[in-house]
């Protein structure tokens, strides 16, 4: 029986061990952390899960990357969770 990282009796490189845990097209919400796949060259993609939406890019085909929030959508979905939970935030006016 094979240990851990081992294919074959060789020792896997520990980026080799990685990637195999990787998801190809997959990123993952930076609001809730949920792995979302955005159909190939979108520039923007909605969290299903949560609704936050983020702004796409991609360095190389089926290699989505987060290149960050839309701010207008998410500022709005902030708010809104923020009042129903009764907190302050900041700069409210």
Same mark, same amino acid.
């Given at each position: 029986m094979s240990k851990r990282?081992?294919?074959f009796g060789f020792k896997q490189t520990r980026a080799e061990?990685? #990637?195999k845990g990787r998801t190809s097209g997959a990123i /993952?919400?930076?609001n809730c952390f949920e792995r %979302? %796949?955005?159909p190939d060259e979108a520039k923007t993609y909605k969290c299903p899960h949560c609704g936050y939406e983020w702004? %796409?890019?991609w360095p190389f085909p089926n290699f989505p990357r987060i290149r960050g929030p839309v701010w207008d959508v998410? /500022? &709005?979905l902030a708010e &809104?969770?923020?009042s129903e939970k009764g907190w302050e935030s900041y700069? #409210? &006016?």
């Open positions: 990282g081992e294919t061990d990685t #990637a /993952r919400c930076l %979302i %796949i955005p702004r %796409i890019s998410n /500022r &709005k &809104k969770e923020v700069g #409210a &006016k």
